[in-house]
């Protein structure tokens, strides 16, 4: 069976400082791939989606940056945290063609930038 | 562009009783539509999907939904709420046949079973 992982599972970083959040899945090949952004605890924003090694498609401008350096794991990173970056990141995989296929999500990463 | 909405932010039902949530969708095309269920501090689970042919889908943990073309809306039905059904609810939707693959979310709806 599929097992997405995600770390930390939460983190307290200044403004400022650079970010790293680290998404693997396990028990699937080439997936498609996928960064969301959830504040307070209410709609999720797409930020990045993979459907390749070294493919990503950024869906909102911003400070934030993601790389797909192996099949399986999705990195988000950042120069500079903001305070804006706060917020609640969800890392999610699905089956990697164009089919009817759901996503399935990891734990998620609280960011708070203090 | 696609877009999904939830116009309720909270449902209030008492256990044993039926909840409905409810979404509405506008795409240009034909519809994927789903349901996803979020615990505090956790990821969203998968609930269910609609792809095609039978518009009542049925799901986990007793959910059914129902696809209504012609009133553009994905209705989130269980016949018997439980206190443990208390969760946020997320209504989703990906148009058939582009290259788009990533979904949209609504906005939520926080579901809270009285006991």
């Known amino acids: 069976s599929q097992t997405i992982h995600q770390w930390p599972a939460t983190l307290v970083q200044p403004v400022g400082s650079p970010l790293s959040l680290e998404c693997t899945v396990e028990?699937?090949?080439?997936?498609?791939l996928y960064w969301y952004r959830q504040a307070a605890g209410r709609g999720l924003q797409l930020l990045f989606y993979?459907?390749?090694?070294?493919?990503i498609s950024s869906e909102v401008p911003q400070n934030l940056s993601a790389s797909r350096p192996q099949d399986r794991q999705f990195i988000l990173s950042s120069k500079k945290l903001l305070l804006s970056d706060s917020g609640f990141y969800l890392c999610?995989?699905?089956?990697?063609?164009?089919?009817?296929?759901?996503?399935?999500f990891g734990p998620g990463t609280r960011l708070t930038v203090t | 562009a696609q877009s999904v909405a939830q116009p309720e932010d909270q449902v209030n039902v008492a256990e044993g009783n039926p909840l409905t949530v409810k979404c509405t969708y506008s795409v240009s095309g034909n519809p994927y539509l789903f349901w996803y269920v979020q615990y505090p501090n956790r990821g969203l689970q998968f609930l269910l999907k609609y792809i095609t042919g039978d518009n009542l889908v049925k799901g986990s943990y007793g959910f059914e939904a129902e696809f209504n073309k012609s009133q553009t809306s994905f209705h989130l039905k269980k016949p018997s709420a439980l206190v443990s059904d208390s969760a946020l609810y997320f209504c989703?939707?990906?148009?058939?046949?582009?290259?788009?693959?990533?979904?949209?979310f609504g906005s939520g709806t926080r579901l809270q079973v009285q006991p």
């Open positions: 993979s459907v390749g090694i070294g493919q």
């Open positions: 989703a939707v990906r148009v058939v046949d582009t290259g788009r693959r990533a979904l949209t």
């Open positions: 028990g699937t090949s080439n997936p498609n």
């Open positions: 999610a995989w699905s089956l990697g063609d164009r089919g009817p296929y759901e996503q399935y």
